[in-house]
């Protein structure tokens, strides 16, 4: 157990000192095996723990790369680009205004609204944050919305992209927990409705408080509506294909991805936004961003081995039995701990260093890994809006210099409480992320 402990230690100071995580995690677990390991009977000691501990990092990355689910990542990632490519940004947002912006604060209504539709597709926070701030702040600032309520439901709905399928965080726990990547998809999808309505509700909060800060924008007729929904009926059989087939169990999530991707291809030629450069630059953005989460996985991989070779996710379950803690309150300094680590760290640090030590110790106890994932999940989101690290604020911010991160902090106030508003309801009521599993998978 210290080794462990100490091994944790060494993997924070290594990431606060910015070193990347991969290398962090990969080098910590290389090491503190190496240290751990025996003596043979027949070699030196030195020679013994090397050749061990090479095997083991050998083996960890053949079983790794050999594993068939990783390739959702890289076809869904590629789906995304091919959707950002689309400009389909643009007309969802043109949709969720065409119902939603007559209202007061309805344009931050339809923003977020936009966000879960193109979050859904695009699968990453970060660039729903990234290119909705592009869409839908210029039309919030144009009817005169407060910098802070613009930016702030941007980046809230922006949050949204790791937990509506298709999920890479989903898809990354489901690997490292060793849990149905579908039943994960099928129990994302309510919790990301409740928080698209949990946030919308944040929004008429804030203007209920401060009419000024949202206006109602422009009524839009019926016949604006249906052309409005005609332009994202491409998108929308898209997205019900492929999740939809994954529920249906039509086909698996990998068959889900690469009919996604061919299906965001195609609507991206049809729509005339591909030259061969931006073909390019897609696969080219697309092998990078890959690269980066399968080398993260790598070391996320041997730190985890290292961790379970100590015995502490087993010895740390044995405290808890001793201590009689009821397994409720276990759960519960749980996610204080991710919203405390979601003030220094981002969310797929927090994944990869906390679930291979956490999950075994969840299931101990008898909770159901499934619905844990998802509240990990909606507990990674809120780090994405928390202070000081706060990644989608801080991608607004790069995207408009002129608004400062305290001026999009104070806006998120409202929103963050609704996500841990939603944080409690999903934890007491576990039938809100496992109801959909259940009725498809039994």
Known sequence: ???????????????????????????????????????????????????????????DLLSISG?????????????????????????????????LGHKKGGLAMASVTACGLFSS???????TAATMSQVAIPQMRRYGYSDALATASVAAGGTLGILIPPSVILVIYG???????????????????IGIVFYLMAVKWVVYQRP??????????????????????ATLLLLVTVIGGIYAGIFTPTEAASIGSMGAFCIALFRRTLTLPILLRIASDSVKTSASLFAILFGATIFASFIDRTGFPNQLADVIQQMAI???VVILLILLLYIILGMVMESLSMILLTVPVIYPIVASMGFDLVWFGIIVVVVT????????????????SNMLPDVKVGTIFKGITPFWVMDILRLLLLTLIPS???????????
Do not use: H
């Not at 597709?121 to 660039?127: K, T, V």
């Not at 422009?218 to 249906?226: D, M, Q, T, V, Y």
């Not at 052309?227 to 994202?232: D, H, P």
């Open 326 to 328: 009821a397994p409720f």
């Open 381 to 396: 989101e809120i780090s994405l809006i928390t202070p000081p690290v706060g990644l989608n604020v801080f991608v607004l």
């Open 212 to 233: 000024q800060d949202g206006p109602a924008g422009k009524k839009i007729s019926l016949r604006e509506k249906i052309t409005a929904i005609k332009g994202v009926q």
């Open 121 to 127: 597709i695009c699968g990453s926070s970060l660039a």
């Open 1 to 59: 157990m210290i080794e462990a402990v100490f091994g944790i230690t060494i993997l924070l100071l290594l990431i606060f000192l910015r070193m990347p995580i991969a290398l962090a995690m990969g080098l910590v677990g290389f090491m503190g095996f190496a240290l751990i390991s025996g003596l043979g009977t027949e070699v030196s000691f030195a020679e013994f723990r090397w050749q061990s501990v090479l095997s083991l990092a050998a083996n």
């Open 67 to 99: 594993n068939y689910s990783l390739s959702i990542i890289p076809l869904f990632i590629l789906m995304g680009n091919f959707v950002s490519q689309a400009g389909l940004s643009k007309q969802l947002y043109d949709v969720s205004y065409a119902f």
């Open 175 to 193: 690997i490292i927990s060793n849990q149905s990547i579908r039943e994960l998809f099928a129990a994302g999808f309510i919790p990301g409705l």
């Open 432 to 442: 809100f992320s496992l109801f959909l599993p259940q009725l498809f998978y039994g």
